[in-house]
């Protein structure tokens, strides 16, 4: 029992993440109707901007170095909007497919050409000591990297449901043209939707770098991948939806680690995902027709 | 007197084959016309076009007078005061009652107005007032075109561009939903509507536009068009 509850943390950690990169997919492909496969490396930017900025200046601790990933990634993801996504749009999703994945695939080897291809030591902004809650024991990092991921999903759930901007997102996404005959200005609310996913993956890429003490060039893939499953699993109808699922896939990984092998973990989600696909091709949750 | 709206010569189509061709029509303030024509006509090409949703090939679409409407995006028409109730109700079917017509009043800046007239919606509609919880997607079609009317009427519009509103409605509802057109064009609110049911639209219009293959083949007043051996054959069934 011991195992399963201590699986169980880890899972609802690393899931926290991937629901995080998952909501930006789901966010951008349901208001924008864009598969963003810049997304992951917009993460692997935010990671590289907390670095440098929690190595700059490490007496200003955890949140500046938030800041800066946050605002790193923003700034690439709205650079991203307007110059890729925004002259795309309402052509074949395909265009801005190839597009974002050009994007990222410039992110990741630019980055590795400054860098360097192989991991970089991460500032240590968060003491590595265990905390003990009952029978499970967790780290202060991994404590913090949920705490983050949390706030961002409650965030972003408070977003589309309590705000009139996040009611006219899932207006967007539901009806487009509807939404643009009733006053909304649609390219607007797409700029900030994709500045909004990609500061929400930078804040979560710095609590990971954080947590494993380590950025890497290429970290996007691991992260897009799984997050692309979250959303696909969910499907785009609701964003707790992906939300849910993410956490679920990280909980399941754990626990295939925990009770079967570490080498089956990355199989899982495969796994989930060409069951959900056969049996429920729209999703878990449904999907929006496209 | 300038028309509040005014269609001249609008051509639109869809590639190369053309859907509206060379429309002109104007509807003065507090007016009720109606565009009559069969499905593929081009009656909701008009409204897309007029409300920015679909380019125009040409011609000038003019609001009070003032600007090209053809020049302006969607949400921007929508500030001059022109709401929409679409074909088939095409409301945020995951979002609730109230959040409907809560982004019916987006443009307005005036939130505690627009939360005046929802208000005054849900007493109009006392069952929406019951289900304002519910999300659209659960309401009866009766229900959810009271949405659809009260969503673009808490947008407090000068002209309302109604689609259809009794498509796919049961007859009694048909006939409250027209008593409510009736309603609200007698609250000084021009409307523009597009339907099928010549019945119920010559009875409240006071002008018709007759629309056969994009082009306007005949228009005049409801009573004249509707004695018109055209439209009783083709849409009132041979009577009158």
């Given at each position: 029992?011991?195992?399963?509850?201590?699986?169980?943390?880890?899972?609802?950690?690393?899931?926290?993440?991937?629901?995080?990169?998952?909501?930006?997919?789901?966010?951008?492909?349901?208001?924008?109707?864009?598969?963003?496969?810049?997304?992951?490396?917009?993460?692997?930017?935010?990671?590289?901007?907390?670095?440098?900025?929690?190595?700059?200046?490490?007496?200003?601790?955890?949140?500046?170095?938030?800041?800066?990933?946050?605002?790193?990634?923003?700034?690439?993801?709205?650079?991203?909007?307007?110059?890729?996504?925004?002259?795309?749009?309402?052509?074949?999703?395909?265009?801005?497919?190839?597009?974002?994945?050009?994007?990222?695939?410039?992110?990741?080897?630019?980055?590795?050409?400054?860098?360097?291809?192989?991991?970089?030591?991460?500032?240590?902004?968060?003491?590595?000591?265990?905390?003990?809650i009952g029978p499970v024991s967790l780290t202060m990092r991994q404590l913090a990297n949920f705490a983050v991921c949390l706030l961002l999903l409650t965030g972003v759930s408070f977003y589309v449901r309590g705000t009139t901007w996040g009611r006219a997102t899932r207006a967007i996404a539901e009806r487009p043209e509807v939404?643009?005959?009733?006053?909304?200005?649609?390219?607007?609310?797409?700029?900030?939707?994709?500045?909004?996913?990609?500061?929400?993956?930078?804040?979560?890429?710095?609590?990971?770098?954080?947590?494993?003490?380590?950025?890497?060039?290429?970290?996007?893939?691991?992260?897009?991948?799984?997050?692309?499953?979250?959303?696909?699993?969910?499907?785009?109808?609701?964003?707790?939806?992906?939300?849910?699922?993410?956490?679920?896939?990280?909980?399941?990984?754990?626990?295939?680690?925990?009770?079967?092998?570490?080498?089956?973990?990355?199989?899982?989600?495969?796994?989930?995902?060409?069951?959900?696909?056969?049996?429920?091709?729209?999703?878990?949750?449904?999907?929006?027709?496209? | 007197?300038?028309?509040?709206?005014?269609?001249?010569?609008?051509?639109?189509?869809?590639?190369?084959?053309?859907?509206?061709?060379?429309?002109?029509?104007?509807?003065?303030?507090?007016?009720?016309?109606?565009?009559?024509?069969?499905?593929?006509?081009?009656?909701?090409?008009?409204?897309?076009?007029?409300?920015?949703?679909?380019?125009?090939?040409?011609?000038?679409?003019?609001?009070?007078?003032?600007?090209?409407?053809?020049?302006?995006?969607?949400?921007?028409?929508?500030?001059?005061?022109?709401?929409?109730?679409?074909?088939?109700?095409?409301?945020?079917?995951?979002?609730?009652?109230?959040?409907?017509?809560?982004?019916?009043?987006?443009?307005?800046?005036?939130?505690?107005?627009?939360?005046?007239?929802?208000?005054?919606?849900?007493?109009?509609?006392?069952?929406?007032?019951?289900?304002?919880?519910?999300?659209?997607?659960?309401?009866?079609?009766?229900?959810?075109?009271?949405?659809?009317?009260?969503?673009?009427?808490?947008?407090?519009?000068?002209?309302?561009?109604?689609?259809?509103?009794s498509l796919g409605l049961a007859p009694l509802v048909v006939r409250d939903v027209f008593a409510l057109v009736e309603e609200i064009n007698g609250m000084g609110i021009s409307i523009l509507m597009v339907e099928q049911n010549a019945h119920q639209a010559l009875r409240v219009a006071s002008w018709v536009y007759l629309l056969?293959?994009?082009?306007?083949?005949?228009?005049?007043?409801?009573?004249?068009?509707?004695?018109?051996?055209?439209?009783?054959?083709?849409?009132?069934?041979?009577?009158?």
């Amino acid at each position: 029992m011991d195992l399963f509850l201590q699986q169980l943390a880890n899972g609802l950690v690393i899931g926290s993440t991937y629901a995080v990169v998952a909501i930006g997919f789901a966010l951008a492909f349901t208001v924008l109707r864009v598969i963003n496969f810049a997304h992951p490396d917009i993460f692997m930017v935010g990671m590289f901007a907390g670095l440098l900025a929690g190595v700059q200046t490490p007496w200003l601790g955890f949140l500046v170095t938030l800041v800066a990933g946050a605002v790193g990634a923003g700034a690439v993801g709205f650079a991203l909007e307007r110059g890729v996504i925004a002259p795309l749009r309402g052509r074949d999703v395909l265009m801005t497919l190839i597009g974002t994945l050009g994007v990222g695939i410039i992110l990741q080897n630019g980055m590795a050409v400054i860098v360097g291809p192989d991991p970089v030591a991460y500032p240590a902004l968060i003491p590595r000591r265990f905390v003990d809650i009952g029978p499970v024991s967790l780290t202060m990092r991994q404590l913090a990297n949920f705490a983050v991921c949390l706030l961002l999903l409650t965030g972003v759930s408070f977003y589309v449901r309590g705000t009139t901007w996040g009611r006219a997102t899932r207006a967007i996404a539901e009806r487009p043209e509807v939404a643009a005959a009733f006053g909304v200005n649609v390219a607007r609310i797409c700029q900030f939707t994709i500045l909004l996913a990609s500061m929400m993956a930078g804040l979560a890429a710095v609590s990971v770098g954080v947590l494993y003490g380590s950025a890497h060039a290429f970290i996007g893939l691991l992260y897009g991948l799984k997050a692309f499953i979250c959303m696909l699993v969910a499907g785009n109808r609701y964003f707790e939806g992906v939300m849910v699922v993410g956490l679920a896939i990280g909980v399941i990984e754990a626990l295939v680690t925990g009770y079967l092998s570490s080498s089956l973990r990355d199989a899982a989600a495969f796994f989930i995902l060409i069951g959900v696909l056969y049996f429920r091709p729209n999703g878990l949750f449904g999907s929006y027709a496209s | 007197m300038s028309a509040l709206l005014a269609i001249e010569d609008l051509s639109v189509s869809y590639g190369v084959v053309p859907a509206v061709r060379n429309v002109s029509l104007e509807i003065e303030k507090g007016e009720l016309r109606v565009i009559l024509g069969a499905n593929g006509a081009g009656k909701t090409t008009i409204l897309k076009a007029l409300l920015g949703l679909l380019r125009a090939k040409s011609g000038r679409i003019a609001f009070e007078g003032g600007q090209d409407l053809l020049q302006l995006k969607p949400h921007e028409i929508h500030r001059l005061g022109i709401a929409w109730v679409p074909e088939g109700r095409q409301l945020w079917n995951t979002l609730t009652v109230l959040d409907n017509l809560r982004l019916g009043g987006f443009g307005d800046m005036d939130k505690a107005a627009v939360e005046r007239r929802i208000k005054e919606m849900l007493e109009r509609f006392p069952r929406l007032g019951e289900r304002r919880h519910q999300v659209a997607g659960s309401l009866s079609g009766g229900e959810q075109q009271m949405v659809a009317i009260a969503r673009a009427l808490v947008a407090a519009p000068k002209l309302l561009l109604m689609d259809e509103p009794s498509l796919g409605l049961a007859p009694l509802v048909v006939r409250d939903v027209f008593a409510l057109v009736e309603e609200i064009n007698g609250m000084g609110i021009s409307i523009l509507m597009v339907e099928q049911n010549a019945h119920q639209a010559l009875r409240v219009a006071s002008w018709v536009y007759l629309l056969e293959n994009g082009e306007i083949v005949e228009s005049g007043p409801a009573r004249e068009i509707g004695s018109k051996e055209r439209v009783r054959e083709v849409f009132l069934g041979g009577h009158a």
